[in-house]
């Protein structure tokens, strides 16, 4: 099954959260949990905005198509 990241993307976070689970082992274990916890409530939020915003844009798509072609087409 594919990722909706991308490969390239998906490879990224997974390397990082694999260097977060090393520094947990650490001194720096409470470092690495704010970031981890940061870095999960900034993709929350990005996706409550993205769920919040579909309907808007559907409805523009849907109401004003003639709008979004472009004129040399």
């Known amino acids: ?3 909706t ?3 390239g993307m998906q490879h990224k976070t997974t ?3 694999l260097f977060g689970d090393l520094l947990a082992c650490t001194p720096l ?3 690495v949990r704010r970031w981890r916890s940061a870095r999960v409530g900034v993709s929350v939020m990005d996706e409550k905005l993205r769920e919040k915003l579909r ?3 559907e ?3 849907n ?3 003639d709008l979004l072609k472009p004129a040399w087409a």
């Open 1 to 3: 099954m594919r990722s």
């Open 5 to 7: 990241l991308g490969d």
């Open 15 to 17: 390397r990082n959260l």
């Open 29 to 31: 274990a409470e470092n």
């Open 55 to 57: 309907p808007m844009f």
């Open 59 to 61: 409805a523009i798509v």
């Open 63 to 65: 109401q004003h198509a």
